[in-house]
């Protein structure tokens, strides 16, 4: 509210890479800001000239980095911005953009668009990932006191198998011996995770694929506790950091008021991240990060120290991401990343990062 009374003409200084804001600066503050701008475009620009490089640590360490998209207009953008792959396909968008469900055809017409686009790169498409704050108008679903935790997700496709099984079919029609990657999304028990898989490998008997790997998002904190169990299942998780971290934090996103506060790099969801690369590697599966921390630079050398084999971020993230982790150190990453876990608060993961 003290914004809004603010004299008018003040000058004002948005940082928007920590999210602060500097009232009628003064002239050392507003030079240092200018400095750390002009920086981070030289920097920028330096990163662009590299983004079809591979992403390793000084040590030669890889991590790959791949990009989110929401159809397959945007797979052409993505890999002219770097992306090695596509780790996560919204295919809610393409169910969003139908006055009712797209049929078979339409759905796989989709798919092989972004798989052709992606010319044999690895393409990871999260299954329709509908409810809670994202409705489908021709799908009514009984008025939810807490949408949140309520039919969404997995929750919702395995009540309506038809529409469920549909997807499954254009996805691996769509395949064509490339590399398919199919994720389950709000999966928070064993359970959920082996009917999504039973009515996947029915199909799959009846459309064969040779390159097919079958995992779930870690959003829901009950799957990242239970890893251990699921990674001897899977072929790989990816962890949806946006909704991990509200489940975790019990702070809504998109809270008015709270919503800076539900900060990824809480040593409490990192904990869970942890838990969660652990059991995946002790099984020899690998593990992505697809929610908006793994964009933060100040998150890559937690996530990288932590042992996540894949980042996926938005195209105009790419470069600045790959350039990041060619700065790092993964010795010095996971010393990091063991400090970050032995805090109280993301303020105090962010000051480690900031002081390394």
Partial sequence: ASVLLIKSGTPLLLDGQRGRLHVDADSHTLQRAAEERDNREQRLKAAAEQRHQAAHTTDGHAVEVFANIGESAGVAAAVENGAEGIGLLRTELIFMAHPQAPDEATQEAEYRRVLDGLAGRPLVVRTLDVGGDKPLPYWPIAKEENPFLGVRGIRLTLQRPLIMEAQLRALLRSADNRPLRIMFPMVGS???????????????????????????????????????????????????????????????????????????????VLQLIDITVRAAHAHGKWVGVCGELAADPLAVPVLVGLGVDELSVSGRSIAEVKARIRELRLAQAQTLAQQALAVGSANEVRALVEAM
């Avoid at 251990?228 to 971290?245: M, Q, Y």
């Fill in 190 to 268: 064993v359970e959920e995770w082996r009917q999504a898989r039973d009515m996947t490998e029915r199909l799959r008997r009846e459309i064969p694929v040779a390159d097919l790997q079958l995992g779930i998002m870690i959003e829901v904190p009950s799957a990242a506790l239970l890893a251990p169990v699921l990674a001897k299942e899977v072929d790989f998780f990816s962890i949806g950091t946006n909704d991990l971290t509200q489940y975790t934090l019990a702070i809504d996103r998109g809270h008015p008021t709270l919503s800076a506060q539900a900060d990824g790099l809480h040593p409490a």
